[in-house]
């Protein structure tokens, strides 16, 4: 049987000018598949189109968390100054740096003049507004509150941003001085000592094991670095692919990311500060709370918190409190579970998991700047063990001839 691909056809970004119903001069932007197809867009929104020109589209850059972060407080600031929806779409894009975020805030403002909701024209985009982003927006809409559930959701985008911000802080420094390490350590062995070999050659006495051990490293350096390389190489990659789309994968390693003595707690810190912080947004802005967990479920960033979410979930569906929910999962830790028993109780649920948001976000501050600390002086220590062990090696011979003379 035959089958037929359907080639999506590329849209572009047309700026066009015209007179409303009233008489009235405006212009704008909007991105579509042709000429035609925005005279005909126009057209039914009562506009007689006067000039359009298609625009060249500058070289973009990939939309980032932060610019969805950004845009998201731009927006909020805008309409909460009076500023109608639309206008604010306007400004922000257009006054954007990246085309590709005016790009998509255009479309999004075309989908809401076309008479879609704020929240289905998000929707269309899950690559960059999530489930939870749009549970939000829908929210604020249905309850006419859109200005203050965007304040509440670009404050919960800010303080998610900045923990993902300290935990990748803390880890670039280390992996940074492996690769730095890694870099400088084969250029010892690929050139260095080599160059030590050829002299020793002349020596004609015997080497220290230290020295010899060294050189047959050296050469195996020397023969098979392509495969050193591109086997280093080819299992990151392979790694990060897995990592990426293997769910086994990503259980796995979220489940060992928490067990590690030092990075182990900073990242079930972290955790737990998301997935409060997510939950009290959500909770605080009228959205139930089972419809609530499904969303907390995806936001928690660790994939034990999330099978975690999703049983919690089950348990409050059928009747269970959400205290003796979470208990019974095992990975939330008692002060957590009482700040949650003492909300559930008062009726302040949403209040007492921003209180412990506020709490673990601190508590991952100071293991960020603990780590730090304690990574300098470890990282110095290997380094110059290693480094300073393969000169010392490599000089054990020339110190043997001075002891000779």
């Given at each position: ?21 009233e ?25 007689i189109?006067s ?8 070289r973009?850059?990939k ?28 400004i ?24 879609s909701?704020?929240?289905q ?38 303080k998610?941003?900045?923990?993902k ?15 730095v ?88 810190k ?78 302040a649920l ?36 290693l480094?300073g062990?393969l ?15």
């Open positions: 049987m035959a089958t037929v691909k359907k080639v999506a056809e590329k849209e572009y970004s047309f700026v066009w000018e015209g007179r409303n119903k008489g009235k001069q405006m212009r704008g932007e909007m991105r579509a598949k042709g000429e035609a197809l925005v005279n005909t867009t126009l057209r039914r929104q009562g506009i189109v000039k359009i020109q298609k625009q060249k589209l500058a973009s850059k939309i980032t968390e932060k610019d969805i972060t950004i845009f998201t407080r731009q927006l909020a600031t805008m309409m909460k100054s009076g500023v109608p929806l639309l206008q604010s779409f306007d922000v894009g257009k006054g954007h740096s990246n085309p590709a975020v005016t790009r998509l805030l255009m479309s999004i403002k075309a989908d809401v003049e076309t008479g909701s704020l929240n024209a998000f929707r269309k985009y899950p690559l960059y507004f999530d489930q939870l982003f749009c549970n939000l927006i829908s929210a604020g809409e249905q309850a006419g509150i859109l200005e203050s559930l965007l304040d509440r959701l670009a404050t919960y985008k800010e998610i941003l900045a923990i911000r300290k935990i990748k802080s803390a880890l670039f420094y280390p992996a940074a001085i492996i690769v390490a890694f870099i400088i350590t084969s250029i010892i062995m690929l050139y260095v000592i080599p160059a030590f070999k050829s002299l020793f050659s002349s020596f004609g006495a015997d080497l220290p094991a230290p020295t010899l051990i060294v050189m047959k490293i050296s050469d195996f350096f020397v023969a098979y670095w392509w495969a050193i390389f591109g086997g280093i190489g080819g299992g990151l990659y392979a790694f990060l692919y897995s990592w990426k789309r293997s769910i086994k994968m990503q259980r796995s390693m979220d489940m060992l990311l928490l067990k590690p003595p030092i990075f182990g707690p900073l990242i079930r972290s955790s737990i500060a998301r997935w409060t912080r997510t939950l009290a947004t959500m909770f605080a802005a009228g959205v139930p709370l089972v419809e609530s967990l499904e969303s907390v479920a995806g936001a928690s960033g660790n994939y034990v918190y999330a099978e975690a979410t999703r049983k919690i979930q089950i348990e409050v569906s059928s009747g269970t409190n959400i205290t003796t929910a979470m208990q019974n999962t095992g990975v939330f830790p008692s002060m957590v579970l009482q700040m949650v028993a003492i909300g559930e109780e008062s009726g949403d209040s007492m998991l921003s209180k412990v948001a506020d709490f673990y976000e601190g508590e991952v501050d100071d293991a960020v700047d603990a780590l730090s600390s304690l990574m300098e002086p470890i990282i110095m220590v290997v380094l110059g063990t480094i062990g000169v010392i090696a490599m000089y054990l011979p020339i110190f043997k001839m001075g002891q000779v003379v």
